[in-house]
């Protein structure tokens, strides 16, 4: 399949799974291959797969059933183009993972006292709203750019907001993010970012840094698991993640 590169590359999957579904006779109701099936078809990574399952989901060529599988949906289907503000949910994890990851790194070396009391308050909030089981992402969102502000540049504070604001932005994260109804996880990613801290209240560079790569690479892990539908055997591994330098 020739690449453009006026597209992602999970557009593409989702374009060559649509002209399956249209060429190959499928019906409404019919059982579409599973995730793992079109990944080892296609040699490309599962995220990827999941990734072109949601552009084809949102654009009424496949139903998702969590535990059941993907089923070619009845009705109209409407058109592929997906707006170029838009991005994959596993797309913007890794460029958080590698950008973040850094900051954290860095802010150990800058941080000053007040930033670690704002950082405290920060994560007693989150704990706050998870104790009361609000589904509200404002204190996190507020803990990763206190970390960015803590190294005293505004281009990299600028960066992590336009990560967010891409992530708050994207119909596939919500439509990813709306199959998840177990909200334990919560309380992982609270500990996650209780670590984090523990790090950059100590200066420790490059344990603040491993810290924030692996609460990212648990956020990854907890989407994948959670929207896995109809694979029993699921294989978290087949998508590389940004890899933690030494």
Do not use: C
Not at 110 to 122: F, N, Q
Not at 163 to 172: A, G, I, P, Q, V
Not at 201 to 217: P, T
Request: avoid cysteine.
């Amino acid at each position: 399949m020739t690449s453009d590169p006026a597209k992602r590359r999970y557009q593409e999957i989702a374009e060559l799974l649509a002209r399956r579904i249209e060429e190959e006779g499928y019906r409404p109701g019919d059982k579409f291959p599973t995730e793992r099936q079109i990944s080892v078809e296609l040699g490309i990574s599962r995220s990827l797969v999941r990734e072109a399952f949601i552009v084809l989901e949102i654009e009424g060529y496949l139903d998702v059933r969590k535990g059941s599988g993907s089923y070619v949906a009845a009705g109209e289907k409407i058109s592929l183009h997906i707006p170029k503000a838009d991005y994959g949910p596993f797309e913007l994890l890794q460029a958080r993972q590698l950008l973040e990851s850094s900051i954290a790194g860095f802010a150990a070396t800058t941080i000053t006292k007040s930033d670690i009391i704002h950082l405290r308050e920060t994560l007693d909030l989150e704990r706050r709203a998870i104790e009361h089981g609000e589904e509200d992402y404002t204190a996190d969102r507020q803990f990763h750019r206190q970390i960015a502000e803590a190294t005293q540049n505004s281009v990299l504070v600028d960066q992590v907001e336009d990560l967010w604001n891409k992530r708050e932005n994207s119909s596939m994260w919500a439509r990813l993010h709306d199959r998840i109804f177990d909200l334990s996880y919560r309380a992982k990613w609270l500990d996650d970012h209780a670590e984090i801290l523990e790090a950059l209240r100590h200066r420790n560079s490059e344990k603040a840094r491993l810290a924030m790569w692996q609460h990212l690479e648990n956020v990854r892990l907890t989407l994948l698991e959670l929207s896995d539908v109809g694979d029993p055997d699921f294989d978290g591994y087949l998508y590389t993640p940004a890899q933690a330098a030494p």
